[in-house]
């Protein structure tokens, strides 16, 4: 599904030197799985996932989705990728001038969907997130669980195959982490979307992932299995994520 | 001067009003080529100032180091001198140097740079996020452009056009002694040069009147489009 070939890359520090956010990194993950990507900050998961879409570029190796070279995409073919890469984000990155279900519906008007067509795949939409009563509500009038629905929404509208989460729930309280992650679940049970979700909390990799890999200075230490919500791990840094958790 | 009653003032002042109303129109068209030229020529420079920025869309160090200096550059002008300066180029788009049309060109000129660093600053409040969560879903730079930028933007965009038009009330006035006509000239011509203080007072009050009118409408706009 998703595989990421010695991916590298590095960026310049104002100082003037280089940091290796991704050493040299191989992983495959597979269709219909919840993937974590766990280690704590500065480790390089976010950039890890955002090579995934290509927000960022790797300076070598190879990013294959769904048996797409991406690095190989023109500009235009690109974009017509990503469409089928939903995306979430820490900070649900709403427009604020458009409405819970203009949010919602953009992904599908750049995609070039009929009026009729956006408006039934909104309301489905947010009906699975359970948002269906805010669909003319502004951004602002949300709490941050139901921005990330809407958040879960948008991504979910143009019925991706893979989703990237980028620390969803770390802008959220604990109650509320539980149900975003609950509809993560429900959206990969559901309809097979594969979901790669970065995170810093042992917590998310037991509840939600089938399989994580720990990173730890832009390499992957250990690859996690999670087995009824049990963590098989044998890294001393796994362990210590284990215990904090 | 003579001393002169209100009464005496006003009935003056209201014996001018075809006149009033003359300079009002010109004044007017003035600010209205003014601004419709910034809007098309200063609001697409001031996106590009914006997206060549390091870190956006199309950044380009060169690009936006050439389009700043020259935006900076334009801007320096004293707006009397870059009026004067323009002549022979108003000559030629017009021909003539007089009447509110020729005051248009050295008005437009000094509206496009000034508009584009109020764009520039306005797109700069949106954050990077949003525009990154477009790229993601695939939008194409033009729909990053008019669908998220512009209408995130709205208010601000408004409020900044608010800022343009009352300055450029102004500048039309500075525009109006050089043979611009319009509401700073009948002041200038009647009030200054005549000695009809009550002219130039009038013509004061009515430029009081404008501006207040036109920020009250543009708050009240930018209120209604702004739903951060």
């Known amino acids: 599904m998703i595989h990421l070939k010695n991916v590298h890359k590095r960026f310049k520090k104002p100082d003037g030197g280089w940091f290796d956010a991704v050493r040299d990194t191989t992983l495959h993950i597979k269709e219909g799985e919840i993937f974590g990507l766990i280690g704590f900050s500065g480790a390089g998961k976010s950039t890890l996932l955002r090579l995934i879409n290509l927000l960022e570029r790797p300076d070598s190796g190879a990013v294959n989705v769904e048996g797409q070279d991406l690095t190989a995409l023109s500009a235009r073919e690109l974009r017509r990728a990503r469409q089928n890469i939903g995306m979430v984000f820490q900070q649900f990155n709403l427009m604020a001038n458009r409405t819970v279900a203009d949010n919602v519906a953009f992904p599908l008007e750049i995609a070039g969907w009929s009026h009729a067509e956006i408006d039934q795949r909104v309301a489905e939409c947010l009906d699975i997130v359970g948002l269906a009563d805010r669909a003319g509500h502004y951004p602002t009038q949300l709490s941050g669980g139901q921005k990330q629905r809407v958040g879960i929404a948008r991504a979910l509208a143009p019925r991706p195959h893979v989703i990237l989460a980028d620390e969803p729930t770390s802008a959220l309280d604990p109650k509320t982490t539980q149900s975003i992650l609950d509809c993560l679940q429900d959206i990969n049970a559901r309809f097979g979307v594969t979901v790669v979700i970065v995170t810093h909390e042992m917590h998310v990799v037991r509840s939600i992932c089938h399989r994580a890999a720990l990173l730890d200075a832009g390499e992957v230490v250990e690859t996690l299995l999670v087995d009824n919500k049990t963590v098989a791990a044998t890294s001393a840094l796994a362990k210590s994520l284990l215990e904090a958790a | ?228």
């Open chain 2, 1 to 228: 001067m003579d001393e002169l009653t209100f009464a005496q003032a006003l009935s003056n002042v209201l014996d001018m009003a075809p006149e009033i109303w003359q300079a009002s129109l010109e004044t007017g068209l003035m600010l209205a080529i003014g601004l419709t030229t910034a809007i098309l020529l200063g609001g697409p420079l001031g996106v590009l100032l914006y997206l060549t920025q390091p870190g956006q869309l199309f950044a380009h160090r060169a690009v936006n180091g050439v389009l700043g200096w020259l935006v900076n550059l334009v801007r320096s002008f004293p707006f009397i001198i870059l009026m004067v300066s323009l002549v022979p180029l108003t000559r030629v788009l017009v021909g003539s140097t007089i009447g509110p049309i020729a005051a248009a060109v050295p008005l437009s000129f000094a509206a496009i740079p000034y508009f584009a660093r109020l764009v520039e600053q306005t797109l700069r409040e949106i954050p990077r996020g949003v525009v990154e969560a477009a790229e993601a879903m695939g939008a194409s730079p033009a729909q990053i452009i008019f669908k998220v930028l512009i209408n995130e933007a709205r208010a601000g965009l408004i409020s900044s056009l608010t800022i343009l038009t009352i300055s450029f009330l102004s500048y039309s006035a500075v525009a109006g002694v050089v043979g611009g006509g319009g509401i700073g000239d009948l002041a200038i011509r009647y009030g200054y040069y005549r000695f009809q203080t009550e002219v130039m007072v009038a013509m004061v009050l009515l430029l009081v009147v404008i501006v207040q009118i036109i920020q009250l409408v543009g708050n009240r706009l930018a209120a209604r489009l702004d739903k951060r």
